[in-house]
Nanobody
Framework: QVQLVESGGGLVQAGGSLRLSCAAS????????MGWYRQAPGKQRELVAH???????GYADSVKGRFTISGDYVKVTVYLQMNSLKPEDTAVYYC???????????WGQGTQVTVSS
């Protein structure tokens, strides 16, 4: 089992910034992917950004240029720096972990990000 603990959500005005953190613990393999997803009310969960094994980084088009994902492979921690936040970024943000070469996803409990206009 893998446990994910997220922190850093909150309420911010449009144009502001927040930084999310997620630390993984438990049965961690040495090769893995980590990332962030979000789910707004009435919408499906969507990918925000991920770091795939061997540092392949990807972003959703809607956050490119505003969000930056980074990670510490030794600490098994992933961060999401969110700048120039918009009201449409409001959602519950979930940390995701998957061992390389597997299909089982592990999820954090979610952290609320609310951007006021």
């Amino acid at each position: 089992q893998v446990q994910l603990v997220e922190s850093g959500g909150g309420l911010v005005q449009a144009g502001g910034s927040l930084r999310l953190s997620c630390a993984a613990s438990g049965s961690i393999s040495s090769r893995y992917h980590m990332g962030w997803y979000r789910q707004a009310p009435g919408k499906q969960r969507e990918l925000v950004a991920h770091i795939l094994y061997k540092d392949n980084i990807g972003y959703a088009d809607s956050v490119k240029g505003r969000f930056t994902i980074s990670g510490d492979y030794v600490k098994v921690t992933v961060y999401l720096q969110m700048n120039s936040l918009k009201p449409e970024d409001t959602a519950v943000y979930y940390c995701n972990w998957r061992a390389f070469g597997t299909v089982r996803d592990y999820w954090g409990q979610g952290t609320q990000v609310t951007v006021s206009s």
